[in-house]
């Protein structure tokens, strides 16, 4: 019994060694995210912006916020604390939509293949609402969306009609974000509620 107990906790500690070795450094806008405890409850699944359509219209009445990303662009992993935080305060009037456009299209490389580090960085972020891993490439849901950059950020209001999109093109001179959450999206979200 003692052998057996001992030897799970190796194991443990081996895949946990090990997990650690394969994970790539946080680079320097990731050490900025703020440290959250890990949580369970995080679901990811696999569909395109269908999906987030049928989605909108599951929820009238309600205020649909849809947060575009993908795990290679640092500014999308900086201000998605953001969504969180207003999951968190405001979840029975919003809901959050993380869509993850990650899938680029190479051959080898389907969209399941970025699974294990979307899962990884939502479950760091405690993102337990709906999460979406596009299966479209990304570069077709782009030019389908005509947008030409992330992070992008969709309000669709009350009445399911998208009531404003935040992405690059909101950039103003003398900002370095077109928008944060925190200045922009949060108080726009409030002001539909």
């Known amino acids: 019994m003692r052998l057996q107990a001992l030897s799970a906790i190796v194991c443990l500690v081996g895949l946990s060694i090990t997990t650690a070795a394969w994970s790539d450094p946080p680079t320097a806008d990731q050490k900025s995210l703020p440290a959250q405890t890990p ?3 995080i679901t990811l699944t696999a569909g395109t912006w269908k999906d987030v359509e049928a989605l909108i219209a599951k929820h009238p009445g309600k205020v649909v916020v849809v947060d575009v990303w993908s795990t290679s662009c640092a500014p999308c992993m900086q201000e998605f604390p953001g969504l969180v935080q207003l999951h968190t305060n405001h979840s029975r009037q919003v809901v959050c939509v993380s869509f993850n456009v990650d899938y680029v299209g190479i051959k080898n490389k389907p969209a399941d293949y ?8 939502l479950k760091k ?3 337990d609402f709906v999460n979406i891993l596009c299966t479209d490439v990304s570069d077709k849901f782009f ?4 947008l030409s950059s992330i992070p992008a950020v969709y309000v669709f209001g009350k009445d ?3 009531a ?3 992405d690059d093109s909101l ?4 900002r370095e974000e077109a928008f944060t959450y925190q200045a922009d999206i949060t108080p726009f979200v409030k002001s539909l509620l």
Do not use: I, W
């Open 143 to 146: 030019a389908d969306q005509e």
């Open 114 to 121: 970025y699974r294990p580090r979307v899962e990884t960085f």
């Open 160 to 162: 399911g009609k998208l």
């Open 171 to 174: 950039l103003q001179e003398g």
């Open 164 to 166: 404003k999109r935040f």
């Open 125 to 127: 972020q405690n993102a």
């Open 39 to 41: 949580s369970t409850a």
